[in-house]
Each structure stands twice: as structure tokens, then as C-alpha cells.
């Protein structure tokens, strides 16, 4: 490909990014509200999880390509390998606060891909009191989702869909409550220049409370949308005979050393504003990536604004290549770290790390 024709899909490339973002702005705009989201139930579901996505900011349903992709975008399932994958994250909140996930996904089928996940979040401990403000007794809220997904793949688009069960339990009371809810999400490989996702979460979601009188809570959903585009330093192809037809076939070889970047919007139920983000991950070797994201548009103190500086995040992740060392290991694996911040947290950041393992 000689440089002419390069330049001109790249120019065709940035063409589509910005009609793409374009469509995504209006969308959510027609979605504006002027109520606030604060007390809704549950919200714990519409954070950022994973150190990855942390570490963009969120900017990450069009990415969907590992098992995380199962809190952000089922439709991301469809395009895996027949191999399994799992990762596994602790992240530190600050006051007592810990958040653990563990998900787990994998094509099995030439069209279809299934994941699951376990996302909890532990409040740690604090003192209970009556309603004359007197201590009665130490007590902790452990919120808890467990969720499964499927994905069906065409040429160039998946489709999913997930089911999430909920528990809300509340140490040293009678309170504590059982809920669902489900996630839809699509995923396009627009012409081999970009991927284009929306999603939406919590839909339908519901939270039965043990002893109250309300049915049930309704909690807020999320509609998000994103692009995503790579540039691959190091990518290749060969050809090989297909075992079916005998036909020549053109594999390609994805890319170890890479530029990503990634657009998202976000929309969450009677929020005063959409929410804008960015985020960029660049790995110069194969054994290291660095990556960052910040919003660039959304609510703060009551009024939308550029640059509230509600999500930002930064991370490393290391990948060596164990098998050099030890031959007979039949997986690969590497660990990530993010910083972000933290509102409730005292230093106002949080620690994020995962560990990720394929199997081969």
C-alpha cells in the first residue's frame, strides 16, 4: 500500500469518526434532562469497573475485547476466540470501600460467545444509629451482581444480551433486598476502520426490599455509544487453504504493537447532562501498554460543562511472555494497573489492579 492510498484511508477513516460522534451527540442531546440522579438505587452498577475501562475513562463499549466487556457491552462476546479468557479485579475506594470482579468469556461457536461475571462492592464497616442520632451497632452494605451473557455474531456485526441477578444486604439490620435487571448491546466492525457500539444497561431493573412497604425500586438505566479505532504497528497477514472449501483464505495477524482510541456518550436516567469521554491506549512494545481518559463533557455542581474532570484515569499494563521461560505453561497472562479518582476517597484516587489469563 503505497503512502497516497494510506493518506486517503486515514482521511476517510477521521471522516467517519467525526460523522459517527456527530450522530452519538445528537442522540443523546434529544435524551436531556433536568432532574438529578442522586438517591436512585444501586448505582453502584452504573460505575466504571475493570482497570482498563477505568484507566479510559469509560470510553469503552466499542472495545469490548476482553472479559470486562461483560459490565460495559454483551454484544463484545461475539468477536472472541474459542479460547477462554478470565480476568479478575480488586479496586480500592478509599473509606473501607473494596471492589472485586471476576468475569470470564469465550467464543463457542463460530458465531456465538457467552460470558459471566461476578461484580460486588463492599462499603466496609461503620456505626448504625437510631432516629435520635444514638449508635446502636457496626454495620456494612455488601451489594452484589452476578450476570451472564450471550452474543451472536454476523460477518461484521454482534448482537447481545445479559441478565444480571442482584442482592443488596445490609450487615447487622433486616434490610436487604433481591433484584434483576438486563443489558442489550450491539458491536460493528465498520469496513475494517473502525468499530462502532451501543448499549444500553439496567433495563427493566428492579429491587425487591425485604421490609418495606413499596413494591419494588426501579433503578435508573444507561444508554451509551462509542468508536473505536486502531492503528497497528506490527500487524500482518498470510494465507492459508481453508479445511471446507479449498479456498485460499487471508488471515490476519492482529497487531502487538498499537495505537487505540476510543469516543464514548452516556446517558444515565434523569441525568441533568450526557456524559462525554476519551480515551487512548498506546502499547511501543509488546510486553508493555500505557493508557489514559478523561471526560470532556458532562455535569458538574448542577450544569453541563467542558472538562468537568468527574472521570479521569491512568494505567500500565504488563504482558510478559511467560512461555519463554517456562515452556509447559499453556496460557498467557498479564496485570494491569489504574489510578483515578475518587470523590469519597480522602486522597480523592483510587487503586485499581487485575490480573488477566488466556488459555491456549
Known sequence: ??????????????????????????????????????????????????????????????????????FYNPAGFGFFNSTPSFTANV???????????????????DNFGVGVGINSLFSGSFMGRDIRGNPTRN??????????????????????????????????????????????????????????????????????????????????????????????????????RSATTGELEQVVVPATKYLLLSLESSFIENAISPSYCIGLEVAPDEIIAFRGGIEIYGEKLGKPQLFPLNKWGAGVSLRPNLQNLIESLNFVSHIDYTISNEYLSSSGISHHISLTFILQ
Do not use: C
Open 91 to 109: 479496586g480500592a475506594l478509599g473509606l473501607g470501600r473494596i471492589n472485586s470482579l471476576l468475569s470470564y468469556g469465550q467464543q463457542i461457536s
Open 139 to 240: 454495620m456494612s452494605d455488601n451489594q452484589f451482581e452476578f450476570i451472564a451473557a450471550g452474543a451472536y455474531r454476523l460477518e461484521f456485526a454482534s448482537f447481545g444480551a445479559s441478565v444480571k441477578y442482584l442482592n443488596d444486604n445490609l450487615s447487622g439490620s433486616d434490610l436487604q433486598a433481591n433484584g434483576f435487571a438486563f443489558d442489550l448491546g450491539t458491536k460493528f466492525n465498520v469496513m475494517d476502520l473502525f468499530s462502532f457500539a451501543l448499549s444500553a444497561r439496567n433495563l427493566y431493573g428492579r429491587m425487591y426490599w425485604s421490609n418495606t412497604s413499596a413494591d419494588y425500586e426501579v433503578l435508573p438505566y444507561e444508554i451509551r455509544s462509542g468508536i473505536a479505532m486502531e492503528w497497528g504497528f506490527n500487524s500482518s497477514t498470510y494465507e492459508t
Open 1 to 70: 500500500m503505497n503512502s497516497n492510498t494510506q493518506h486517503r484511508i486515514n482521511s476517510s477513516s477521521a471522516r467517519y469518526l467525526l460523522i459517527i460522534f456527530f450522530l452519538m451527540s445528537i442522540t443523546l442531546q434529544y435524551s436531556y434532562s433536568q432532574s438529578s440522579i442522586g438517591g436512585s438505587p444501586e448505582m453502584y452498577l452504573l460505575r466504571d469497573v475493570g482497570t482498563r475501562p477505568i484507566a479510559l475513562a469509560g470510553a469503552y463499549s466499542a472495545i469490548a475485547n476482553d472479559p470486562i466487556a461483560i
